[in-house]
């Protein structure tokens, strides 16, 4: 059973802002998945190696050139919540 | 016969000879949506205007003589995760629900090279999590057949519209199941192609190494359409592939197929499994050569599945910060506030659940046991495949292993709403094609037939279920 403390560390690294409530009720249905998926610890899989990606594909490279972006930047910028002189903008990092 | 009663094929014929306008097909279904959609609840957005003067402009351009391809102006609706310039992409998600597409995705460009009518954007689970449509932060999708029942997911939406005559086709995503299983319990056809032989260029991305986009159709014919016009390689996405096309020309007393015995045990429904070898059995009658065959590892590609997808999808996720796009929780005194109430607030429970799962998978300390094994499992449920498909052409079973559920039925479990996926999931872990196709009804809930090609041999599955389609409308 994955502990209260766990799904506090969790929810920061993913930097979901959850409730004691919702802690106390994603601990338990956490609690119960990964109940479920110790069943891969049946499964020997010392001599196996890793698949990522199903389907075999080469690397796919082009010329190191910028290109011309299809949607005007400025399209996007306004998308953001807060903007400044044609820049996103966010709050600050640093110095609580 | 109708105009909503039409297939793709069908309605093509008659624009091209004239007997209706793509104007008065485009009305039929439009009228459709507003007598039906209140119900069901397939379409999030309809784009009267938009469809009704693409329609306009497609009549005039066969007027003046031009030459139309099968798809020009057909009605189809497209889930609301891939985008279409100047229409709005929720996700079905409290985060995207302003969200304005600044571009088209590459599937929905190829369909607009092809002057489609786009009638509007169907309802899923937000981001594609789920089994039910219920995750919708706008409300859950019901299954037309019957309505106190889900029309599974999470193409819910896609699914139910072309079941009730809301669009001629539709286009899904399929990540576990999600294009398969809501064609099986709407009774209606979805493909699931190879990885990477459609472009997932504006799809809005949950599990990258799993998710594809597919047809969903009214018949198997429709479906090898639609597929031909969206597959391809794309530049914009480095993960697709041009289609290998493999001639499918086969005699049916040649074919071998397989069937999984691990298929057919404990959780089965009883009369789905009665339905499904009752299509087997057909198919032994019409001279192919059916064989047992195992896939011993078929039992830990769900809990496998289970630790892959929500950590491809809590990576994937991140991005929606309310900094960029999307609901934003401005107040706080610094970012982190930002971020936590964002998150916090814009995503439903399933789609935290994700996150939470796949971060805690991939977190230090737990990356080796969970994740990791996790991905040299999916290695052993591929070489499973890789062997069984040495010996057959395709195999045989069923898409769902429950009937289309009762509203509300497991939505308070999220486990039991997991297991659900137990037929599909293993085929995107392995990236394989895979057509879901009516083979009956229990009562008036539908049943689907899956059927489960070698890589790039979409052609090939779809001549297999039209040869059962054949003996079915028959």
Known sequence: MISKEEVKHIAKLARLGLSEKEIEKMREELSKILDYIEKLKEVDVSKVEPTSHSIKVENVMRADESLKSKVQNSKLVEMAPDTKDGFVKVKSILGR | MKLTDLTISQAHEGLK???????????????????????????????????????????????????????????????????????KCTAASKMLEHFIDPYDATVVKKLKDEDCVILGKTNLDEFAMGSSTENSAFGPTRNPHDLTRVPGGTSGGSAAAVAADMAVY????????????????????????????????????????????????????????????????????????????????????????GVPKEYFVKGLDPEIEKLVKAAIKKYEEMGAKIEEVSLPHAEYALPAYYIINPSE???????????????????????????????????????????????????????????????????????????????????????????????????????????????????????LPALSLPCGKVGKLPVGLQIIGKPFEENKILDIGKTFEETWTS
């Open chain 2, 170 to 257: 539709a286009l899904g995503s399929d990540t576990g199941g999600s294009v398969r299983q809501p064609a099986s319990f709407c009774g209606v056809v979805g493909l699931k192609p190879t990885y990477g032989a459609v472009s997932r260029y504006g799809l809005i991305a949950f599990a990258s190494s799993l998710d594809q986009i597919g047809p969903i159709t009214k018949t198997v014919e429709d479906c090898k359409t639609v597929f031909d016009a969206i597959s391809g390689k794309d530049e914009l996405d480095s993960t697709s592939v041009e289609s290998k096309i493999r001639n499918s020309k086969f005699e049916i007393r040649n074919l071998k197929l």
């Open chain 2, 17 to 87: 000879k004239k007997e209706f306008s793509a104007l008065e097909l485009c009305r039929a279904y439009l009228d459709k949506i507003k007598e039906k959609n209140r119900e069901i609840f397939a379409f999030l957005t309809v784009n009267e205007e938009l469809a009704l003067s693409q329609a306009k402009k497609i009549d005039n351009s066969i007027s003046g003589g031009k030459k139309i391809s099968v798809l020009t102006g057909i009605p189809v609706a497209i889930k609301d995760n891939m985008l279409v310039e100047g229409v």
């Open chain 2, 313 to 431: 999808a809590s990576a994937n996720l991140a991005r929606y910060d309310g900094i960029k796009y999307g609901f934003s929780v401005q107040e706080g005194k610094d970012l982190m506030d930002v971020y936590l109430k964002t998150k916090g607030e814009g995503f439903g429970e399933e789609v935290r659940r994700r996150i939470m799962l796949g971060t805690y998978s991939l977190s230090a300390g737990y990356y080796e046991a969970y994740y990791l094994r996790a991905q040299k499992v999916r290695t052993l449920v591929k070489n499973d495949f890789d062997k069984v498909f040495e010996k057959v052409d395709a195999l045989l079973g069923p898409v769902s292993p429950v009937l289309p559920f009762k509203i509300g039925e497991r939505i308070a479990d999220p486990l039991s709403m997991y297991l659900v996926d137990v037929y599909t999931v293993s085929i995107n872990l392995v990236g």
